[in-house]
Nanobody, 124 residues
């Protein structure tokens, strides 16, 4: 049974930083594509960032490019999202995503497994 457990969400002021973690189990992590999506209240879930199995290739949405950094530690079965220069528009539930083999894209259909999400609130 695959489990993705996010942590690190919370309340932060605009301009601040926050780091998210996602611990994976039940998955051959070192072969899996990993990513982060988010869903704001009343909006559709959207792609944020993705990283390939080895961590050598990353991909970001235009809205977070240059502010967010995705990384992974295959020894710890964990993927991270470092978020800097946060704005109220970044407020959302952030979901960890995994794909058994291959890379996650901006399409929801590229994801095989989802975490339950962690709430990030950015105050103005």
């Amino acid at each position: 049974q695959v489990q993705l457990v996010e942590s690190g969400g919370g309340l932060v002021q605009a301009g601040g930083s926050l780091g998210l973690s996602c611990a994976a189990s039940g998955l051959f992590f070192s072969s899996a594509g990993m990513g982060w999506f988010r869903q704001a209240l009343g909006k559709e879930r959207e792609f944020v960032a993705a990283i390939n199995f080895s961590g050598t290739s990353t991909y970001y949405s235009d809205s977070v490019q240059g502010r967010f950094t995705i990384s992974r530690d295959n020894a710890k079965n964990t993927v991270y999202l470092q978020m800097n220069s946060l704005t109220p528009e970044d407020t959302a539930v952030y979901y960890c995503a995994a794909r058994r083999v291959g890379g996650i894209t901006s399409a929801l259909s590229s994801v095989h497994y989802w975490g339950k999400g962690t709430l990030v609130t950015v105050s103005s």
